[in-house]
């Protein structure tokens, strides 16, 4: 194992074990460790900030409430998503259709911010059993193995899924990928 | 190999999971294939602009803002990383 990894594997075994003892604020060196993942993650599935914040805030949350039930395992990062991902589900069946972010920082030239809008865009539009496995596998760099137990599904089902969704993108940008190449 | 194998690759070339001869012979071949040279050229674009996109930045305002909303709902959390003074004072309201 890599020694940043060996670090945050201790790091986190150390939060969960004092978590799960009644250290409320071991809390937030949990939030150290993941809060950018998982915001990063509910803001690319949500398409908006205020919207991804909220869901991360509530995901710490659960957190904190099943502190009991915690285990230093290795699984707790697949918890951590599959939470988050169960709230960003809430979240789209009460908007019912995803809104562009008005608030979003996008940073670098012009041309990558449009480029960044459309793809968002594009991302939204699909049917979330196809979003979900392009956000975690080519947008969060995830393993397909992690990602399959994070959607709970095989990871034959899971790569079929982001094939499937990789060409459904594809047909949705169209030209926009002819500029950009 | 025949082109009806590469067509079955293409996915896994497109998520750049092939090793690099076997890309290499795909790409040849693709060269007298019209179809396969679109579907490994077009997926695969998809896949390097996503990899490619900037991450949502996770501003000093959304990692305050997330720590307020847990403070808000009873969370005794600790933040590590120094507050920054406009977020400890309240400014007067003008007017």
Redesign the interface.
Known sequence: MPNDALRDSLAEKRWLTALSKGD??A???L??MY??RI??YT??MLGN?TD???A??ET??RV?RRSTELRADGAFRTWLFRIARNLCIDKMRQHKLMELPSD?????SEE?AT??VT?QQALSDLPIEYREP?VLC??E?MAAREAAEILKISVPAL?SR??RG??A??DK?GGT?ER?? | MNNELYSKLV?LY??HELPAELEDQMELAAVADGGLNHEIT??R???D???S???????EE??H???M??YA?G???????PVSTHFQYNLPLQG
């Not at chain 1, 979003?104 to 670098?108: I, Q």
């Not at chain 2, 969370?75 to 990383?81: F, K, L, N």
Request: proline share 4%; charged share 30%; hydrophobic share 40%.
């Open positions: 409320p604020s809390l937030g060196g939030y150290e809060g950018e915001f990063r803001f690319r900030r991804a914040e909220d991360t805030a710490f949350l904190l979003a920082h996008y940073s670098g990558r480029l960044r793809v392009l080519d947008l760099d790569k982001l094939y990789r060409r993108l594809r940008l990928l950009t190449s | 996915d497109a998520g077009t997926l674009r998809v896949v602009t996503l990899q996109l900037e991450e949502p930045d996770f501003t959304s990692y803002r997330i720590l909303k847990l709902r969370a005794d959390i600790q933040p590590q990383a």
